[in-house]
């Protein structure tokens, strides 16, 4: 296990270079974008990256254009020193950490947005949330030029917009979702759980349970979807969690679930818990 956190480049000029050595040596490369406070979902991220790369970058950059006006972006953890212990545990080959202006020099007007998969669940209650994430993506693709790039499935309609993006984009990058890392008790690993407090914290593992249980109910009853998804509202409230959705959709289109179990469903869900926005989804078993 290292102890020296990778060399930091903060311009897309040393990115760039930096990658262009490693092409001139065929390495393939993988970018593992995030936006810091590091844990080990992130590190399941680039542990994916570095099994089937000789290279990897991960980039740090909390982005602004991705928070709404009442939403966390100055105090959303930026633990720069742990971050890089990380990165050297983990054996990363470059650190990206670009500073605003880099990413969004003064003059900078071209928004990408993905119509249809951004309506609807998290982008119904966070406007142009995806519309921040799309484009940051999109230069970080186009700036690494990277062989596969890695994303957590946590961020399950993230993960449908970003393989959208490369495609209609014609970005030559393979797409990898990576499974959701989960404390003990089930708890999806987040950045913001810092947030919750400790009675809070004890509550939180009820929606990756309740998850569960509907999908399970669902997967035996699918035409009784509306009813059991009434149910697992009702006993989230219950258990002190505020639910914005709870929502099954098909796994690739995101469309609303026809009833049909004969392709992959997911059951997707975000809940407020004090100050703290938690998110989750499960697979569907098969009908």
């Not at 040393?14 to 995030?34: D, I, K, N, Q």
């Not at 509907?214 to 009813?227: E, N």
């Not at 289109?253 to 997707?268: E, H, K, Q, T, Y």
Request: proline letters at 7%; a neutral charge.
């Amino acid at each position: 296990m290292s102890t020296q956190h990778p060399p930091i480049v903060h311009t897309v000029a040393a990115l760039r270079e930096a990658v262009a050595g490693w092409r001139a040596r065929r390495e393939s490369v993988g970018l593992v974008p995030t936006m810091g406070a590091l844990h080990a979902g992130h590190r399941a991220l680039m542990r994916a990256a570095r099994a089937r790369n000789s290279r990897v970058v991960v980039s740090i950059f909390v982005n602004p254009k991705q928070f709404g006006p009442n939403e966390d972006f100055a105090a959303y953890p930026r633990p720069e020193g742990a971050d890089l212990a990380v990165l050297a545990e983990e054996a990363a080959d470059l650190a990206f950490m670009p500073g605003v202006e880099e990413v969004y020099p003064p003059g900078f007007t071209t928004t990408v947005a993905v119509a249809g998969l951004t309506e609807g669940l998290c982008g119904a209650h966070r406007p142009g949330h995806f519309d921040g994430v799309a484009t940051v993506v999109a230069k970080l693709l186009i700036q690494t030029a990277p062989d596969s790039a890695y994303f957590g499935e946590k961020d399950y309609q993230q993960l449908q917009i970003v393989k959208r993006l490369a495609r209609d984009l014609d970005i030559p990058v393979e797409i990898v979702g990576v499974p959701i890392v989960r404390e003990a008790d089930g708890l999806a690993l987040s950045s913001r759980n810092v947030y919750l407090s400790a009675e809070e914290r004890r509550i939180a593992p009820a929606l990756y349970a309740a998850l569960r249980e509907t999908a399970a109910a669902v997967a035996v009853d699918p035409h009784r979807a509306g009813a059991i998804l009434t149910t697992a509202i009702a006993s989230l409230g219950k258990a002190g969690l505020r639910v914005e959705y709870l929502e099954l959709r098909d796994a690739a289109s995101l469309a609303p679930f026809s009833g049909d179990l004969s392709r992959p469903a997911r059951l997707l869900a975000a809940v407020h818990l004090g100050r703290t926005r938690l998110i989750d989804n499960v697979p569907v078993p098969p009908g």
